[in-house]
């Protein structure tokens, strides 16, 4: 997801020197509806336009939603009069409107100059007011799934042929017996898994595959799980995979 974020910020085209002056960071515990529209409609510095970018932030206003919902531990005082009976009618008429509510209403309004991008674990439900909004038009949803079992072992040699580059050879930068052995050992940390490809290219050179020796001498660990690994599936009868997927939200005001 990171360099995916920083492939879509490159493609703003922001000046180098003003680049950080152009961007703003927002995550869950910082995030304020307030604050974000200054940053999205804040003037372009020196530059066509700015990022915004938000991590975590739709399903922290899901979680302070949730809190506010629950009951309060002392009720408070209960008003008196014809006036206050008006007030608490007009109250229940019309409820307050949530964070993500007015995230979802503002979100429309972006200026084209700015292109926001909200990096969430998980989607809000479709027929939610902000899953409703992310399907507008001008917002592209990109979906970055973990890469478990076979699919590590393929994302791994296409990881080795990016980081050879063209000093890969014809037949891959990586065969598969190391990218099996790696992949034992990675599980599906791809932070872990992008270190240790770039290690192992490195060191393998030129013109030359990382083969199975390669990662157990430089990634031991890696040939110790690949031999577990191998023995329990011998014998495992069933087993229970977690799948997980990170969701890559661009909103961008067209």
């Known amino acids: 997801i990171d360099e995916a974020l920083r492939e ?24 304020t509806l307030e604050a974000f529209r200054f940053a999205c409609e804040a003037m372009p510095f020196l530059a066509d336009g700015r990022v915004v970018t938000c991590r975590g932030v739709i ?21 008196t009069g014809a006036a206050a009976r008006r007030g608490r009618k007009a109250e229940a008429d019309a409820p307050p409107i949530t964070p993500e509510e007015a995230l979802a209403a503002y979100l429309p309004q972006v200026p084209p100059t700015t292109l926001v ?15 409703v909004a992310l399907a507008g038009r001008g917002i592209t949803v990109q979906s970055f799934p ?22 890969a050879p014809a037949t891959g ?6 990218a099996r052995a790696l992949a034992a050992y ?21 013109g030359r595959a990382v083969e199975a020796r390669d990662v157990e001498l430089l990634t031991p660990q890696a040939a110790t799980t690949a031999r577990i690994s191998s023995s329990v599936r011998g014998r495992a ?3 229970a995979r977690r799948c997980s997927s990170c969701r890559f939200n661009t ?4």
Do not use: C, Y
């Open 251 to 254: 909103g961008l005001n067209q």
């Open 59 to 79: 399903a922290a206003l899901g979680a302070r939603a949730a809190a506010s919902r629950m009951p309060a531990r002392r009720a408070a005082p209960a008003s």
């Open 8 to 31: 879509l910020v490159a493609r703003a085209r922001l000046p180098a020197d003003m680049a950080e002056a152009n961007t703003s960071r927002f995550d869950g515990a910082t995030f």
């Open 146 to 167: 973990v890469p478990e079992g076979d699919a590590m072992v393929r994302w791994l040699r296409e990881r080795a042929r990016r980081a050879a580059g063209a000093d």
């Open 186 to 206: 990675v599980g599906s940390d791809v932070r872990l898994a992008t270190a240790e490809v770039r290690k192992l290219v490195t060191h393998a050179g030129v």
């Open 237 to 239: 009868t069933a087993s």
């Open 173 to 178: 930068a990586m065969t598969i017996d190391a």
């Open 117 to 131: 991008v909200l990096v969430e674990a998980d989607l809000p439900p479709a027929t939610s007011t902000l899953g």
